[in-house]
Nanobody
Framework: QVQLVESGGGLVQAGESLRLSCAASGRIFSINTMAWYRQTPGKQRELVAAITSGGRTNYADSVKGRFTISRDYAENTVYLQMNSLKPEDTAVYYC???????????????WGKGTLVTVSL
């Protein structure tokens, strides 16, 4: 049906930047909200940033002023620009999207497999 593929993760030092990308593909009719979540072993998955179909954004307090979420509506792609990275940002980052397909008459959540971001001192 639908596939979300993340890219851009890697190993960086504190203070450096990374840009994550997530492209949705498949029999997509429309996409509402797209978002980035992250999860560390032993910790519950948390919302990092979200962006609606109208371009409104929401950020976790811990990343406000450092991260920026954006999307390319024509390409069904969402980005997460991460600046001034801290060791506390280390986690697997997951792409999430609420998508209505060509087959079904309702929307549902889809998840990417995740991309690892490691920030060292």
């Amino acid at each position: 049906q639908v596939q979300l593929v993340e890219s851009g993760g890697g190993l960086v030092q504190a203070g450096e930047s990374l840009r994550l990308s997530c492209a949705a593909s498949g029999r997509i009719f429309s996409i509402n909200t797209m978002a980035w979540y992250r999860q560390t072993p032993g910790k519950q998955r948390e919302l990092v940033a979200a962006i609606t179909s109208g371009g409104r954004t929401n950020y976790a307090d811990s990343v406000k002023g450092r991260f920026t979420i954006s999307r390319d509506y024509a390409e069904n792609t969402v980005y997460l620009q991460m600046n001034s990275l801290k060791p506390e940002d280390t986690a697997v980052y997951y792409c999430n999207a609420a998508i209505r397909t060509m087959t079904s008459g309702y929307g549902m959540d889809y998840w990417g497999k995740g991309t690892l971001v490691t920030v060292s001192l």
